[in-house]
Nanobody
Framework: QVQLVESGGGSVQAGGSLRLSCAAS????????????MGWFRQAPGKEREGVAA????????YYADSVKGRFTISRDNAKNTLYLQMNSLKPEDTAMYYC?????????????????WGQGTQVTVSS
């Protein structure tokens, strides 16, 4: 069974930075971590879960929500089965629980419903 474990969340002031990591394990059969699109999603209290960033299996293509373009960078290290999200110039509206997720071929790379493997999340809080 696939396991995704996020880390790196915390509390920062506006303008600060955080780097999230997601360690993946449990892949069996012919599909491995390298076979999957991976994404970062977030959910603030009272709001729906939304896509933040996604990356193709080899890491050659990246996708971002408009709200984070130019501030967040998604990357992956396939040798370590690890996904990253570098978050700079953080704003209070970035406060949310952040989740990583994986799917072999999502129909829409930033749509949460298209992902089946999920981590438990890591909290990011940005104060003004």
């Amino acid at each position: 069974q696939v396991q995704l474990v996020e880390s790196g969340g915390g509390s920062v002031q506006a303008g600060g930075s955080l780097r999230l990591s997601c360690a993946a394990s449990g892949y069996t059969g012919k599909y491995t971590y390298n076979s999957n699109f991976m994404g970062w999603f977030r959910q603030a209290p009272g709001k729906e879960r939304e896509g933040v960033a996604a990356i193709s299996p080899a890491g050659k293509a990246t996708y971002y929500a408009d709200s984070v373009k130019g501030r967040f960078t998604i990357s992956r290290d396939n040798a370590k089965n690890t996904l990253y999200l570098q978050m700079n110039s953080l704003k209070p509206e970035d406060t949310a629980m952040y989740y990583c997720a994986g799917e072999r071929i999502p129909r829409q790379v930033l749509r949460p419903l298209d992902y089946n493997d999920w981590g438990q999340g890591t909290q990011v809080t940005v104060s003004s």
